[in-house]
T-cell receptor
């Protein structure tokens, strides 16, 4: 119940296209859903995050869509660019206690020119 | 403005050897963490610390030890290296608990460890 399932494992998109990465969870106590972006040779960095009281959050070309009833959330990258090529991790946590982040397995995105 | 600094960047160990992965942060964060990253497995929490002198186990603590004598430093110790510990190790810090909305994790650039 503590897992976060992420798909696809890898994704190839043409420049200008839309990249979509999906995550699903079981624990209804999760109340914080961030996405981290990791470039080769670097540590992950927070990209965007959402709380379950909203269904969508947009920051520039990056949008999180959240479906509480389906227990799913997704990252959409509009007008994908080669510079977006990276590994993306979704994560989730609960607000109580220590609230450790549970990470998905990651999606390796390649945006071809 | 260094953030989280990890050393070394790469290391090869023989089975049974010991080593310490170093981690230091200059953001005065109370919370620090060690993760390992394996292909297709995401990030798994090894140990974490909520402040100097306080540490606790994460999801995968076996074979590792940590200490936190200062706010800045959080070294990870491997006592008897095993091939299963071949991985990329990331240290991270946060101002507040990592699961809070306004408390992102700040990661170092990792240590790639190979045990043969």
């Amino acid at each position: 119940q503590q897992q976060v399932k992420q798909s696809p494992q890898s994704l190839i998109v043409q420049k200008g296209g839309i990249s979509i990465i999906n995550c699903a969870y079981e624990n209804t106590a999760f109340d914080y859903f961030p996405w981290y972006q990791q470039f080769p040779g670097k540590g992950p960095a927070l990209l965007i995050a959402i709380r379950p009281d909203v269904s969508e959050k947009k920051e520039g070309r990056f949008t999180i869509s959240f479906n509480k009833s389906a227990k799913q959330f997704s990252l959409h990258i509009m007008d994908s660019q080669p510079g977006d090529s990276a590994t993306y991790f979704c994560a989730a946590s609960t607000g109580g206690g220590y609230n450790k982040l549970i990470f998905g397995a990651g999606t390796r995105l390649a945006v071809h020119p | 403005n260094a953030g989280v600094t990890q050393t070394p960047k790469f290391r090869i160990l023989k089975i049974g050897q010991s080593m310490t992965l170093q981690c230091t942060q200059d953001m005065n964060h109370n919370y620090m963490y060690w993760y390992r990253q394996d292909p297709g497995m995401g990030l798994k929490l090894i140990y974490y610390s909520v402040g100097a002198g306080i540490t606790d186990k994460g999801e995968v603590p076996n074979g590792y030890n940590v200490s936190r004598s200062t706010t800045e430093d959080f070294p990870l110790r491997l006592e008897l290296a095993a091939p299963s510990q071949t991985s990329v190790y990331f240290c991270a810090s946060s101002y507040l608990k990592s699961g809070l909305y306004n408390s992102p994790l700040h990661f170092g650039n990792g240590t790639r460890l190979t045990v043969t």
